[in-house]
Each structure stands twice: as C-alpha cells, then as structure tokens.
C-alpha cells in the first residue's frame, strides 16, 4: 500500500514538472538592453501586420498582455518615433511562407546564430507549429535583437478565456527573461 502511494506521488509530481514550459530565448550581446526605458507596437496597417493572418481576438490579446507585462518591469509604451524598442510577435501556425515574411519584417536571420555576438538561453529551438515568437526590434537598424520562443500551442476548442490566460502566461515567462529586466522591474517592496 505505501509503495503504492510513493509511486503515485511520484508520478504526480513528474507529470507536473514535465509539464513547465520554458521559453527559449536568443539575444544580441552588443544591444545595450539595459538602457530601454520606452518601448512601441508596430502599428495595424504596417508592413509587420501584413507578415501575418491572425485573428483580431488573438492579435489583441498578445498585444494587451504585452502592455501588461512591460508595464510591469517598468518599460514606457510611446510612439514608434521615440520608442527605443520595438515588439513584435508572430504565432507560428505552419504558413512558412507568412514566418519567413516575419523574419524579413523585423530582419531576423536564424543562420547569424551562429555568429559569436548572439547569447543563447534557456534551450533555444527553432519554433514549431503553435509556438508563439516575441522579438525585440532596434528601430535604428531595424532589426531583432532578442528572440523569445514559447510553445504556446492554442486548440480550437479554446474558449476566448483560456486563449487568453495562456497569451499572458507566455509573454510573462518569455519577457521574464529579458536581459537586465531585474534592473527595470519595478519595487515591490
């Protein structure tokens, strides 16, 4: 009977922690990520927009935990002209035609990370089919400097409630991993 039990918790707590999910991260060392303060959207009717069919519902709902969790380690939300990063996303659903147009969007080269200038953390994989990709964008060069992937994996059955708890879950442990977020989050002491 007591091996019984010991079995069954042991199984109970695998399942739970096989079923974390960590988000991959790659960055550019050379960006001063320390120094973001202000950050903006691409806007609706950008070529960014055009990289991608999503639903309204989804593409409002990554934008607003976005907002949410950038608001949170205390980055500013402006205009593209005085922002001193951009955020972008994309959700993977297996048009590789609609990826590589992201890619070139925001200039996102997956051979360059290979290069000595890019940090990788947490495991980074090339994205598969689901997985939701936030990149930070320099509006100087126009190009990503960090990339986060997390398998975000929406069903169809997914009411607009659940969708939406796991948008915000993904992007809160994606920008976790920000470089120097400790830095910018805000006091809550």
Not at 128 to 146: A, C, F, H, M, N
Request: aromatic share 12%; net charge positive; glycine share 2%.
């Amino acid at each position: 009977m007591t091996k019984s039990i010991a079995i069954v918790l042991f199984l109970f707590f695998l399942t739970a922690c096989s079923s974390v999910k960590n988000a991959g991260v790659v960055y550019h060392q050379s960006f001063n990520f320390s120094a973001v303060k202000k950050y903006s959207l691409y806007e609706r009717n950008s070529s960014f927009t055009d990289s991608q069919s999503l639903l309204d519902a989804h593409r409002n709902a990554i934008e607003i935990a976005i907002e949410m969790v950038m608001a949170k380690h205390s980055f500013n939300y402006t205009n593209l002209a005085q922002a001193d990063v951009i955020v972008t996303y994309h959700l993977l659903n297996g048009n590789r035609q609609e990826y590589t147009n992201y890619n070139q969007v925001i200039r996102f080269c997956s051979y360059c990370l290979r290069a000595s200038a890019w940090q990788t953390a947490d495991k980074y994989k090339e994205p598969r089919l689901g997985s939701l990709i936030l990149d930070i964008v320099d509006p100087k060069k126009q190009r990503s400097v960090w990339r986060s992937v997390y398998p975000l994996a929406i069903k169809d059955e997914d009411n607009s409630a659940t969708s939406n708890e796991k948008i915000q879950h993904a992007i809160t442990t994606m920008l976790a991993q920000y470089p120097h977020s400790q830095a910018n989050q805000k006091q809550t002491d």
